[in-house]
C-alpha cells in the first residue's frame, strides 16, 4: 500500500513523540523517521547511573502522565526509556527506525541501523578490550575473567530501504526537526541559520516554509527542551502546521 504523508517529523526522541501526538489529534498523516530506536539519546547518550531531575510527578508527555506510587521519587534513566517507548506505543506513533535524514532539499536518508549498531559494538568492544588491558596490567583479580566476546552475529541487510525522498513529488510539505537540542545543522543549505550556526525560528517555525524546530533549548520556554515541556511547543507547531495547509 502506497503511504500518504504530508508532515515528515525526523526523530523519535520525546519531541517527535510529542510532534505525533498532536498531529495526529489535528488529524495529520505523518511519519517519524529515526536513526536509531524510539528514545535512542536516553538509551545510548546517558550515563547507566543517571537519574530523572525532576520528581516522578512532573513526568508526563502530551496525553499521558508517569504513574507511581513514589510520585516525590526520582526514577533512573532506563525507566525515562521505557515510559517512552510505552508513550510510542500507545500513540500509535507511525516511527520508521533505522533510517537517519542527511540532507534537506531532497531529503537524503540513510538506512543507517546496521552501521550505527556496528559502530556501537565496536567502539563497546574496544572499551572492553582496555578494561581487560588495565586488569591485566594491575593484577586486578577480575582479569581471569575476560570481557572480550565474540563478534556479534551480522544483521539481516534491509531490503531495499528508502534512500532518497524528493519532498514536493512525495506531497510532503512540512518537515519538523526534532533531533535534540545538541545539533549540527551544517549541512542545511538554507536561509534559516544564523553565522553562529544556530537556527533561527519563532517558537519553532522558521522563514522558509513548512520547516519546524522543536525541542530546542528556550524554542519558547525554559521548559522547551525538558520532558514535560516538549508537548506545549509541539501544539503550537501542530496548529501552525494544520493551519497552513
Ligand atoms: C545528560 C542529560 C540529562 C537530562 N536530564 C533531563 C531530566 O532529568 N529531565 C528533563 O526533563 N530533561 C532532561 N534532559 C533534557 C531533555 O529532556 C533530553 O535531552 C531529551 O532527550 C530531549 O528530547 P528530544 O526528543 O528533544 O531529543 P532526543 O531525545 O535527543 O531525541 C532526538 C532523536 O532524534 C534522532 N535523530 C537525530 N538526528 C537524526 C537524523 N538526522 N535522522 C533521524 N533521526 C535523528 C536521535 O536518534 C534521537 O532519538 C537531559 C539532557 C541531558 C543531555
Same mark, same amino acid.
Not at 19 to 28: A, E, I, Q, T, W
Not at 119 to 138: N, V
Not at 172 to 177: A, G, N, P, Q, T
Not at 185 to 192: G, M, Q, R, Y
Given at each position: 500500500m502506497i503511504e500518504k504523508i504530508d508532515t515528515l517529523v525526523i526523530g523519535g526522541g520525546q519531541a517527535g513523540l510529542a510532534?505525533?501526538? %498532536?498531529?495526529?489529534?489535528? &488529524?495529520?498523516e505523518h511519519v517519524i523517521l529515526e536513526r536509531g530506536r524510539v528514545g535512542q539519546s536516553w538509551r545510548s547518550e546517558r550515563w547507566d547511573s543517571l537519574m530523572f531531575q525532576f520528581p516522578n510527578s512532573s513526568i508526563q508527555l502530551p496525553g499521558y502522565t508517569y504513574e507511581s506510587d513514589d510520585p516525590d521519587g526520582y526514577v533512573p534513566k532506563d525507566e525515562i526509556v521505557r515510559f517512552i517507548e510505552r508513550y510510542a506505543a500507545m500513540i500509535d506513533a507511525p #516511527?520508521?527506525? &533505522?533510517?537517519?535524514?542527511?540532507?534537506?532539499? =531532497?531529503? #537524503?536518508?540513510?538506512?543507517?541501523l546496521e552501521n550505527t549498531l556496528v559502530? &556501537?559494538?565496536?567502539? !563497546?568492544?574496544?572499551?572492553?578490550?582496555?578494561?581487560?588491558?588495565?586488569?591485566? =596490567?594491575?593484577g586486578l583479580a577480575w582479569s581471569e575473567e575476560k570481557l572480550i566476546e565474540d563478534p556479534p552475529p551480522s544483521l539481516p541487510r534491509l531490503s531495499r530501504p528508502i534512500t532518497e525522498l524528493d519532498l514536493r513529488s512525495a506531497g510532503?510539505?512540512?518537515? #519538523?526537526?526534532c533531533s535534540g537540542f545538541r545539533y549540527d !545543522?551544517?549541512? #542545511?543549505?538554507?536561509?534559516?541559520l544564523n553565522d553562529a550556526g544556530e537556527p533561527l525560528h519563532q517558537r519553532g517555525v522558521?522563514?522558509?516554509p513548512g520547516l519546524y524546530f522543536l525541542g530546542l533549548r528556550r524554542t519558547y520556554a525554559v521548559s522547551s527542551a525538558l520532558l514535560a515541556g516538549v508537548g506545549n511547543d509541539a501544539a503550537f507547531?501542530?496548529? %501552525?502546521?494544520?493551519?497552513?495547509q
Open positions: 510532534m505525533s501526538y %498532536h498531529l495526529k489529534r489535528l &488529524g495529520r #516511527v520508521r527506525c &533505522g533510517l537517519r535524514a542527511v540532507a534537506l532539499r =531532497k531529503l #537524503v536518508i540513510e538506512a543507517d559502530q &556501537g559494538d565496536a567502539w !563497546f568492544a574496544s572499551l572492553k578490550k582496555r578494561m581487560d588491558d588495565y586488569a591485566e =596490567k594491575s510532503i510539505s512540512s518537515v #519538523v526537526w !545543522f551544517a549541512w #542545511v543549505k538554507l536561509p534559516i522558521t522563514q522558509c507547531i501542530a496548529e %501552525h502546521i494544520s493551519t497552513r
